[in-house]
C-alpha cells in the first residue's frame, strides 16, 4: 500500500505533468482527498475557481473510469478535447455516435484504459449503456452542473433524477455533485435528490475581489464599447445576444480600426470555431464578440474585461460569464450596458417566442407527421431539417419553433443540430451490390468509396470541400447526387450545412399532450421569473452590485464591494471628488470626449467628471471643441 508521503508526492506530480501548475487553489487538495478517500461531496465553487479539476485528478490517481454526467454534449465535447491535449485519456457518449464507435468506447473503458467517460442523464436509462457499465470497473461518479436537478435552478432537466436510480444499482460508488451557480434552496434540492450520504460541502463565498462592475444606461453601445476598447490592450469578451449582433459590431470596430477583434457564435464551422478560439487563447490582446455559444471550458487567466453589450437572461447566466475575467487574480472588469427601451424589447421578445399548449403540440406534431413517424415508432435515420417548412405550415415565429426545438433537444427526445458541421456518408448496400444499378449511379458510388473510406460498414464523417478537390467536381453537384442516390435507398447522407433532427424516444402523443407540455410550461414561467430578478439588478442604482448578486446567491450579510459603479458613485457624491488634475493631464495629450475620459480615469462616473469639468471651463482651463469634445485652452 503506497505511503502517505508518497501520495501526496504523486498528487503534485501529476498535478504539475497534466496540468502543469506547482499548487492547488483555495479547497481543490481537500476536495480531491474527500474524493480519494470514498466520500460523497457537494461543490459550490464560482466559474473559474477550478471545480474540473477536483474529479479530473483524482480520477487519474483511482482505478477504473470515473462516470461524469454532464448537461450538454458541447460541454462534454470541449472537456473532452482539452484532457485529450493534455494526453489524458477521455470519451464522451452521445446520441450522434453509432454503434460501431460507442463499442469502441465501451471496449476502452472495460480494458481500464479510458480515466474518465463523459455521458448525458438521459443516457443512465438506455439499455445498452446499463449492460455494458456492469463490466466497467467504476471509480466514481462527478455529476457536472448539478444545479440542473433542481425544478428552481437554471436550465432544469429532469432526467437528472436518473441518477438517483442508477445509483442504487451501484450504492458503494461515491458521488461529487459539483455547480456554480445555486442558491440555498437549489442546494438543499441536490443533496436530496441525488441522495448524497453525509456527503462534505465545500462551498467558496461568490466574492470575487478583483472583478470591478460596471452598469451603464446608454443610447449608442456600439460607441460606447469602441470607447472602451480604443484605450485598452488586454484580451476580453464582449457577450451580445444574436449571431447578428455579434457581426455588425465587429464589422463596426474593423472599419474604426480595430483589428484585434473578431466574432465567434454557433454559425460558425467547428474548424473556423476552433481557430478563433486558439487565437483568442493564446493573445495578450485580443477581443472576442460573442453569443453565449463561447464560454464552456474556458481555460485562460488573463481575461481582464468583459462586456455585457446587452443584459444576461438571468442573474446566474451574468455572474457565470464575468466570472470568465481575472481569473489570475489581477484587476479585471465587468461592464453592463442597457437602456429602457431594450428592457421592454426583451420583454416582449419573452412573450413572443413562448408557445401556447396549440402551438407547442402543433410544432411537435408536425415533425413527427413530415418524417411519418407512427405512434410508438422510433425511426434510426437522421432527418434533414427545413425549419422554414416548419413555419409555413405552423404560421408560427421562428423564435417559437427553436424554443421548442431546444426544449426537446435538452430533454432529449430528440437530437437537434442547428450548427454547421461535417456532413455523413454511410452506403445501404454491399460492395458487391453496385455493379447491378444504372451505370451512372454505381460510377458515382464507386467515386465516393475511392474518396471516402469506410462507407461501406458505418456511418462516416467528411467534407464535401475535400470530396470536390480531389475529384474535380462542384460542391452542388456532388450534394445534388449523394441526394438523388439517398432517395433510391443506395446510401444515407446528412448535409452538414443544413438543421438535422434524430428522434430518441419513440413517439408518445399522451406523454407529449401531458407530461411534455406541463415540464415545458413550468421551464417557460422559471425562464420569465428569472428575466425579472435581472431586470431589477440592472435597473437599481441604490445597492452595491456585488453585493445584490451575493444576496441572491443566499449570502446575506456581505459588505458593499466598495468599488463598483454604485459604490463609486456614491463615494462621489459624499466627498465629490477632484480629478481635475488627471482630466488636465488627459486633455494635454489629446482632445477627448466625456466617455473617452471615463475609460482613462478607470470607469470614473461620467457625472463627476462632468462636475469637474465645468468648474474647469468656468476657470477657463478648458475649452469646448464641440458640443461632444473637450481640449485645454
Known sequence: MISQQDFQKLKYDTLKYFWGYDDFRDSQEEIINAVINEKDGLILLPTGAGKSLCYQLP???????????????????????????????????????????AETIYSRCKEGLT????????????NQFLQNIQEIQLSFI????????????????????????????????PCLALTATATPKVLEEIKTKLELKNPKVFQKSFKRENIKIFTEEVSD?????????KH?????????????????????????QLKNVDYFHAGLTTKEKNARQTIWSNSETNVLISTNAFGMGIDKDNVRFVIHYSPAPS?????????????????????????????????????????????FLKIVSYLYSIFQVAEFELPEKVFQLNTVGIQNFTKLSRAKIN????FLHNQEIIYFNDNKSLSSLQLLMQADEIDQLPQKDAYFIELMLRTISGITTHKVMFSEQQASNKLGISIDLIKERLKELQKKNYLEYVDGALSSIKFLKPRDERAVNAAYWKLFEHIQRNKIQKWEEMKFYVENKDYCKMKLILSYFGE??????????????????????????????????????????????????????????IFLLDSGKVRMVNFRTYALA
Open 403 to 406: 424554443n421548442v426545438l431546444n
Open 115 to 126: 480515466k474518465l467517460l463523459y455521458v448525458s442523464p438521459e443516457r443512465l436509462t438506455n
Open 59 to 101: 480520477a487519474l490517481l483511482k482505478e477504473g473510469t470515473c462516470l461524469v454526467i454532464s448537461p450538454l454534449l458541447a460541454l462534454m465535447k470541449d472537456q473532452v478535447n482539452q484532457l485529450k491535449s493534455r494526453g489524458i485519456e477521455a470519451e464522451y457518449l452521445s446520441s450522434e455516435l453509432d454503434e460501431y464507435d
Open 315 to 359: 442573474i446566474e447566466n451574468y455572474y457565470q460569464e464575468i466570472g470568465r475575467a481575472g481569473r489570475d487574480g489581477k484587476d479585471s472588469f465587468a461592464f453592463m450596458l442597457w437602456n429602457k427601451q431594450e428592457l421592454l424589447n426583451f420583454d416582449q421578445i419573452l412573450k413572443n417566442q413562448i408557445p401556447n399548449k396549440a402551438e
Open 232 to 256: 485598452t490592450n488586454d484580451s476580453g469578451i464582449v457577450y451580445v445576444r444574436t449571431r447578428k449582433e455579434a457581426e455588425l459590431l465587429t464589422e463596426y470596430l474593423h472599419k474604426n
Open 142 to 173: 462527478a455529476v457536472d452542473e448539478a444545479h440542473c436537478i433542481s425544478e428552481w435552478g437554471q436550465d432544469f432537466r429532469p432526467s437528472y433524477q436518473n441518477i438517483k436510480n442508477f445509483r442504487t444499482n451501484i450504492p458503494e460508488i
Open 556 to 613: 446575506k450579510n456581505s459588505k458593499n464591494c466598495g468599488q463598483c459603479s454604485v459604490c463609486e458613485k456614491n463615494k462621489q457624491s459624499i466627498f465629490g471628488k477632484n480629478i481635475s488634475l488627471q482630466i488636465i493631464n488627459l486633455l494635454s495629450k489629446r482632445a477627448s470626449t466625456i466617455e473617452e475620459l471615463s475609460v482613462q480615469l478607470s470607469y470614473h462616473s461620467k457625472e463627476n467628471i462632468l462636475e469637474n469639468l
Open 221 to 229: 453601445k456600439f460607441q460606447r464599447i469602441f470607447d472602451i476598447l
